[in-house]
């Protein structure tokens, strides 16, 4: 599937099918069992992402790039960053908005599309925190480049790792009919990824984030 296909399969599921769900998980509302062990994960996810940035980000430009519901856009905010928040679902932009906090409003410059349009313009560092899972290798390496190219630090990311569960998850997920399936994840080997971007990047594998039904890898791009 190619990328565009991707990115308006996403779009419909965040922005349509979701929202609500995502607006739950994203808050301290009550959540399933399931549920609550994705917040946790995700929760440890964006505290080890954000470690790997300085603790003052005052004159840095970062983009958070598929910020969902805002919570890693308003840490960023909060260290003194200027952040371009951009997702594809227009849907929770909204909730973004909402949620961060009013004195730091003008941190933010908050951007409904696509997280790789060249129109965003260059950055001190990127997180893309569980936004490129859902894409292939050959698209995922193209965006890695792209948003390398365009970045003068760090690009922080995750993806899904290829474990034996996630693998079984994955082909369980093929079976559903295609009107019912939600973005699939594609798992990615980090060696493979490495290896693939051998010639426009610097990749290093970070820690594993695994919480019950939450699995992801960290990794980080540079020139």
Sequence with gaps: MSYDRTLSRVETYFDQTATRTWERLTSDAPVSRIRETVRRGRDGMRTHLLSRLP?????????????????????LAARGADVVAVDISPSLIDIAQRRLPIDLHGRVSFHAGDMLSPDLGRFD?????????????????????????????RVLFTVAPRTPLLMAMWRMGQLFPRSDRSPVMVPHAPAALTRALA??????TLDRISVGFYISQAMEAAQ
Excluded: F, P
């Design 199 to 204: 010639t426009t990047a610097t990749l290093t």
């Design 55 to 75: 603790d003052d980000l005052r004159g840095a430009r970062i983009l958070d790039a598929g910020c969902g519901a805002g919570q890693m856009t308003a840490e």
């Design 125 to 153: 560092h990127v997180v893309a925190m569980d936004s490129l899972i859902y894409y292939a290798r050959g698209d995922l390496t193209r965006a890695l480049s792209a948003l390398t190219h365009r970045t003068s630090g």
